[in-house]
């Protein structure tokens, strides 16, 4: 395997490691911002390098779909270089994407049909044309195509998306490996909220000795509790010496509690879409830019922050801008809550091996968890 990972330290549950990918070295746990199209939203990509990234998400069905696989390829190393971005990538299988196509698509056993979301055109994607994909792209690691199972869901039908998605894992692994491939392949642990369908589905992944076991079907609308539960019935299965990632998780008390439980790997669209609605993270909580409260706030956005936004505006200013809808708004609302991310997952790691973890998740589950509606 290309993808090698060492635990470094415990404390509790939560894990330190190091994984290593083609394109480098990613310390655990991580939180990986979303570059839907080949692009993390309003940063380039040396602005990431230096907030602290050291792996982002590629998202293959849009990427597919817009400019297609065969022109990203075109690329000297694929993705990396259509994006100019040296570091490791991780690509989605795009199974999240159909599942939330529930009304324009079809799924039999070959895969899925759907419309294009872009233009109408009738597209087809099978586990062996998301592994295509996902090779063109030239990603560090991909990730099996899976049925993500929707929430709520009774039991027959939890286990029947489950199964389907098992059969599609196997499909994904042979074709993946056929030969050399660019980086290394998830499986994804499907299973709704039914311990006995996770640890089937787990026990099935098991067996074929993936290079990392992502959780998918978590973050569609479940309760928290549901969620922590499926993770606490995974941790003690899930093998010691592989990478674990929770898929489209969440906000800062999210990653903390699940870190706790084992989880190494994250990603979430909050940080760039929350910035984008002027939602902003600091360490007293959640902040709406747009709130009247701020129009004469002369202070940094979060005074505990060192980020170029909180170094060199105030919030009065982030608050003009965002209300005239200028594009700088954005990029330093979007820096900032990359910036407190990162810096959450640094200092997480950094608690893990001085075996503080415990006091700083009480610190972070104490924090207000979401902001107060606009005032006009």
């Known amino acids: 395997m290309t993808a090698q990972f060492e635990l470094l330290a415990q404390e509790g549950g939560a894990r330190l490691g190091r994984l290593t990918l083609a394109h480098g070295q990613v310390d655990t746990p991580v939180f990986m911002p979303v570059g839907t199209y080949g692009t993390v939203k309003a940063m380039a990509p040396e602005e990431l390098e230096g907030l602290g990234a050291r792996i982002v998400l590629g998202n293959t069905f849009h990427l597919m779909l817009r400019p297609g696989a065969e022109v990203v390829a075109l690329h000297r190393e694929g993705l990396h270089g259509f994006m100019n971005w040296p570091r490791p990538i991780l690509t989605d299988s795009g ?33 062996e044309d998301a592994m295509d994909v996902q090779r063109a792209l030239g990603s560090d690691v991909a990730m099996a195509f899976d049925d993500c199972t929707a929430y709520p869901a009774t039991e027959a039908q939890a286990r029947e998306s489950m199964e389907r998605s098992m059969r599609w894992a196997v499909r994904s692994r042979e074709h993946y490996y056929r030969d050399r491939p660019p980086g290394e392949l998830f499986g994804i642990v499907q299973g709704g909220m039914y311990r006995s369908l996770r ?6 992944l098991r067996r074929q000795d993936w290079a990392g076991y992502a959780v998918g079907g978590l973050a569609v609308g479940e309760p928290e509790e549901e969620r922590l539960q499926v993770l606490e019935t995974l941790a003690p299965y899930l093998p010691v010496d592989r990478p674990r990632y929770l898929m489209g998780v969440g906000y800062p008390h999210d990653i903390v509690a699940a870190v706790a439980r084992g989880i190494d790997m994250f990603d979430c669209v909050l940080p760039t879409r929350n910035a984008r609605n002027g939602h902003l993270f600091t360490t007293e909580g959640i902040i709406n830019i747009r709130n009247a409260v701020y129009q004469r706030d002369t202070g940094p956005i979060d005074s505990a922050c060192g980020c170029l936004a909180c170094r060199h505006y105030s919030r009065a200013y982030l608050r003009h801008l965002d209300r005239c809808d200028e594009i700088l708004g954005r990029r330093l609302a979007t820096l900032h809550n990359l910036h407190f991310y990162l810096s959450l997952l640094q200092q997480i790691r950094a608690s ?16 207000p968890r979401r902001a107060a509606a606009p005032v006009a």
């Open 199 to 204: 640890l089937a589905s787990l026990e099935t």
């Open 95 to 127: 199974g999240f994407q159909v599942f939330s196509l529930a009304e324009l698509r079809r799924i039999d056993e070959q895969g899925v049909r759907f419309r294009s979301p872009v233009d109408g055109a009738e597209v087809r994607l099978t586990p």
């Open 352 to 367: 893990i091996a001085a075996g503080t973890f415990a006091a700083l998740t009480r610190r972070i589950l104490e924090q």
